[in-house]
T-cell receptor, first 110, second 115 residues
Framework: QKEVEQNSGPLSVPEGAIASLNCTYS??????FFWYRQYSGKSPELIMS????GDKEDGRFTAQLNKASQYVSLLIRDSQPSDSATYLC??????????FGAGTRLFVKA | SAVISQKPSRDICQRGTSLTIQCQVD?????MFWYRQQPGQSLTLIAT?????????ESGFVIDKFPISRPNLTFSTLTVSNMSPEDSSIYLC????????????FGPGTRLLVL
């Protein structure tokens, strides 16, 4: 079992829809959770961090964390073509090591 | 956040040679990291470079192949030694700005092609 798992996609959604990206992790002692966006040919850009169970909203982005289920998700509301990118889930384990998932490719169709 | 620059942005090298990649940050940071990203793949941590201590390498990466310097709190270098085509990749430095360094910000990357 991989330490951080994501569906590789591609996930295709129409413009204006909600895009839902999911991530599971294996280390129950994990403490910090992050979502990065990576455009093709560019480096990862931090868009959200979440540390406690529940939802955290920032503009059109909502991160959701459920530590009991070892699950973290990212919702993008009113998806725009400019949101088309690869989204990386990152988890800092109990040993303070940050593990990145393989990423989910998102396509937002105009 | 932080402004991070890397040099060179890209290079084409011959096998057997070495390349040193520089990472410069606009503020003092304790924790810096070096990653490799193969095309279409996720990030693989090469090593953690904290100022004032030896770099800590991840499994599969050794100092002889990837020597790292961290002379001060704003600068680090990664050398890819005795290169082979398998070293062709994007190399990224990042800085950890939170207390334990887990919140990371990335430089623009160095695209390396080894012929």
């Amino acid at each position: 079992q991989k330490e951080v798992e994501q569906n590789s996609g591609p996930l295709s959604v129409p413009e204006g829809a909600i895009a839902s990206l999911n991530c599971t992790y294996s280390d129950r002692g994990s403490q910090s959770f992050f979502w990065y966006r990576q455009y093709s040919g560019k480096s990862p850009e931090l868009i959200m961090s979440i540390y406690s169970n529940g939802d955290k909203e920032d503009g059109r982005f909502t991160a959701q964390l459920n530590k009991a289920s070892q699950y973290v998700s990212l919702l993008i509301r009113d998806s725009q073509p400019s949101d088309s990118a690869t989204y990386l889930c990152a988890v800092t384990t109990g040993g303070f090591k940050t593990i990145f998932g393989a990423g989910t490719r998102l396509f937002v169709k105009a | 956040s932080a402004v991070i620059s890397q040099k060179p942005s890209r290079d084409i090298c011959q096998r057997g040679t070495s390349l040193t990649i520089q990472c410069q940050v606009d503020s003092q940071v304790t924790m810096m990291f070096w990653y490799r990203q193969q095309p279409g793949q996720s990030l693989t941590l090469i090593a953690t470079a904290n100022q004032g201590s030896e770099a800590t390498y991840e499994s599969g990466f050794v100092i002889d192949k990837f020597p790292i310097s961290r002379p001060n709190l704003t600068f680090s270098t990664l050398t890819v030694s005795n290169m082979s085509p398998e070293d062709s990749s994007i190399y990224l430095c990042s800085v950890g700005l939170s207390k334990r360094g887990e919140t990371q910000y990335f430089g623009p990357g160095t695209r390396l092609l080894v012929l």
